[in-house]
């Protein structure tokens, strides 16, 4: 897997949490490490003019984080660190990872969040509107993990809808250039309509679930296998809590059904999974897979 992993920092838990994971996922692939931080554009400037001095300073204090975040990802990297600037830390963000590369970015949940779970703040939220690539969300206390603990094991939570050959895609990538396991893991029977009874459920919920992880056992490459599981649960905040997940773990999940191509967006099942979530969450664009197929055809086209 190709790209860079970048990291939206700012002077916060919430950053260090998510430079810890961003350097924890860097050395499991082999990739370079990218540490960014967006400052405010000439541009948010409307009720008082722009002050060099305090530019000046500001540039000097963003410098400063940056070397802190460098000290807290380690040795065990190649990295990199940015300024950027943007009309918004999201946008600046998304831009610079366009620019570097990037395959991932990293942020982190916001200040307040419960130890080991996820709470979406303003850059997240953003992002996970607008982001082209597929965007890891740090839990609170990412930067206790050891960083010995590596990429242990990937899990696909995988539905029916659309964007699920994405996510599989991802997901057996990830896999491969960590060296991680993979678990494909079901929703099917939780993840269904509350108008839909509940003994239909699990009459129905069980069979579906086991159509759904064969047809996509199937579509893994030859050589690769997997571990399956099916999640079971009154609700999706029951079944991912009685599931048991590793320090070193990645869920993966799609994008809304409701997102604009190539646009990330979390759906009522990623939502609901990410308040019970104990390990990062990444979130693929369901046209991630139809961006990797077109971009192969344009290297093709232009190497003829």
Same mark, same amino acid.
């Given at each position: ?104 970015? *990293? =942020? !982190? ?7 080991? /779970?996820?709470? #979406? @703040?303003?850059? %997240?939220?953003?992002? +996970? &509107? ?121 869920? *993966? =999940? !799609? ?7 190539? /646009?990330?967006? #979390? @759906?009522?099942? %990623?939502?609901?999974? +990410? &308040? ?29």
């Amino acid at each position: 897997m190709s790209g860079h992993i970048v990291v939206g920092y700012t002077a916060t838990d919430a950053g260090a949490d998510a430079v810890a994971l961003g350097a924890r996922l860097a050395a499991a692939s082999d990739r370079e490490l990218d540490i960014v931080v967006v400052l405010p554009s000439d541009s948010r400037s409307v009720i008082t003019p722009p002050d060099a001095g305090y530019d000046h300073y500001l540039e000097q204090q963003a410098q400063e984080w940056l070397t802190q975040a460098a000290e807290q990802a380690g040795d065990a990297v190649t990295l990199r660190t940015h300024i950027r600037y943007g009309d918004s830390f999201a946008e600046g963000l998304a831009d610079a990872a366009a620019e570097l590369g990037a395959s991932h970015i *990293v =942020v !982190g949940a916001a200040n307040g969040g419960l130890r080991g /779970r996820h709470r #979406l @703040g303003t850059v %997240a939220g953003e992002l +996970l &509107h607008s982001a082209q690539l597929p965007v890891v969300l740090a839990p609170e206390g990412s930067r206790r993990i050891d960083p010995s603990a590596g990429i242990s094991r990937i899990t696909a939570a995988i539905g029916t809808r659309p964007g699920a050959d994405a996510l599989l895609q991802e997901s057996v990538a990830l896999a491969a250039s960590t060296g991680a396991e993979l678990r494909l893991l079901s929703l099917v029977s939780v993840d269904l309509p509350a108008s839909v009874d509940t003994g239909v459920i699990r009459i129905a919920g069980a069979a579906h679930a086991d159509d759904v992880l064969s047809k996509a056992l199937a579509e893994l490459p030859d050589g690769v296998d997997a571990d399956v599981v099916i999640a079971r649960g009154d609700s999706i905040e029951d079944a991912i809590s009685q599931l048991g997940w590793e320090p070193g773990e990645l869920a *993966v =999940v !799609g994008s809304s059904r409701l997102a604009q191509p190539r /646009r990330l967006f #979390l @759906g009522s099942t %990623a939502a609901k999974m +990410l &308040h019970e979530l104990p390990v990062p969450m990444v979130v693929v664009p369901r046209t991630l897979g139809q961006q990797s197929a077109a971009d192969q055809e344009n290297k093709k086209e232009a190497a003829r």
